[in-house]
T-cell receptor, first 113, second 114 residues
Framework: QQQVKQSPQSLIVQKGGISIINCAYE??????FPWYQQFPGKGPALLIA?????SEKKEGRFTISFNKSAKQFSLHIMDSQPGDSATYFC????????????FGAGTILRVKS | DVKVTQSSRYLVKRTGEKVFLECVQD?????MFWYRQDPGLGLRLIYF???????EKGDIPEGYSVSREKKERFSLILESASTNQTSMYLC?????????????FGPGTRLTVT
């Protein structure tokens, strides 16, 4: 019930294309869904996050789409650039869980120029 | 600029050795975390601490212990290193005052146990 399932494991996208990474969860008590971005040699850093009271959140080229009934959320990267090449992790948390996060397995994104 | 630092970027230890991984944060955060990162498994929580001298087990605490004597410092201890503990270890901190639950990560320590 505490798992977050992420797909695909890896993704290759042409420069200018749309990158889409999907995550699914089981526990309906989760109330916070962040995405973290990790570049080689660095720790993950918060990219964008959403709460279940909205269906979409956009920050620049990055958009989270959230489907509460399907218990799924996804990250869309528009106009993907080589600088977006990184590992992306979805995660989930809830108030009773304190500040702990449950992470997905990660997606390695490579954007080809 | 917020910062989480880890004592080593790379570490090579022998089986059976006692290993100390140190983490320091300068944000006065109450919460600190230790994760291990393995390909295809994501980040798995080993231990976390929500206050000085307080600790709670995460999802994979076996073979590890932790120490938090000061608010800014959280140590991960491998009592007797084994080859299956070869991994990337990430430290993070956060504050319950932040409604975003955002965690700030250090750069990681890649530990190899031979």
């Amino acid at each position: 019930q505490q798992q977050v399932k992420q797909s695909p494991q890896s993704l290759i996208v042409q420069k200018g294309g749309i990158s889409i990474i999907n995550c699914a969860y089981e526990n309906t008590a989760f109330d916070y869904f962040p995405w973290y971005q990790q570049f080689p040699g660095k720790g993950p850093a918060l990219l964008i996050a959403i709460r279940p009271d909205v269906s979409e959140k956009k920050e620049g080229r990055f958009t989270i789409s959230f489907n509460k009934s399907a218990k799924q959320f996804s990250l869309h990267i528009m106009d993907s650039q080589p600088g977006d090449s990184a590992t992306y992790f979805c995660a989930a948390s809830m108030e009773e869980y304190g500040n702990k996060l449950v992470f997905g397995a990660g997606t390695i994104l490579r954007v080809k120029s | 600029d917020v910062k989480v630092t880890q004592s080593s970027r790379y570490l090579v230890k022998r089986t059976g050795e006692k290993v100390f991984l140190e983490c320091v944060q300068d944000m006065d955060h109450e919460n600190m975390f230790w994760y291990r990162q393995d390909p295809g498994l994501g980040l798995r929580l080993i231990y976390f601490s929500y206050d000085v001298k307080m600790k709670e087990k995460g999802d994979i605490p076996e073979g590890y212990s932790v120490s938090r004597e000061k608010k800014e410092r959280f140590s991960l201890i491998l009592e007797s290193a084994s080859t299956n503990q070869t991994s990337m270890y990430l430290c993070a901190s956060s504050s319950p005052q932040l409604s975003s639950y955002e965690q700030y990560f250090g750069p990681g320590t890649r530990l190899t146990v031979t």
